[in-house]
Nanobody
């Protein structure tokens, strides 16, 4: 089981940037796909981005493609989400997730979640 702790959320104006971090504990971190999901009030949790164990392959939801960038540092057991050109609709609680799975045309969350970090975007 991987324990995850997110940080880096906050309040930003539309068009601004934030960088989220997710610190993971567990010896198998470097062998895990990692992902970010988000949930806004009244909506289901949705996939944002995922990254392969090596960091060589990344995946994005269409809504964030070209604006967000996921990366990882296996030496630090940390995964990042750089968010640029933020929009009010990006406001949500962002969750780090270990071992997301792609099936069919959908990303599904794995078993380990962090506590989430709040992102607020003012217009």
């Amino acid at each position: 089981q991987v324990q995850l702790v997110e940080s880096g959320g906050g309040l930003v104006q539309a068009g601004g940037s934030l960088r989220l971090s997710c610190a993971a504990s567990g010896r198998t971190f470097s062998r895990n796909f990692m992902g970010w999901f988000r949930q806004s009030p009244g909506k289901e949790r949705e996939f944002v981005a995922a990254i392969s164990w090596s960091g060589g392959t990344t995946y994005y939801a269409d809504s964030v493609k070209g604006r967000f960038s996921i990366s990882r540092d296996n030496a630090k057991n940390t995964v990042y989400l750089q968010m640029n050109s933020l929009k009010p609709e990006d406001a949500a609680i962002y969750y780090c997730n270990a071992n997301p799975l792609f099936h069919g045309s959908t990303w599904y969350a794995g078993g380990s979640w962090g506590q989430g970090t709040q992102v607020t975007v003012s217009s």
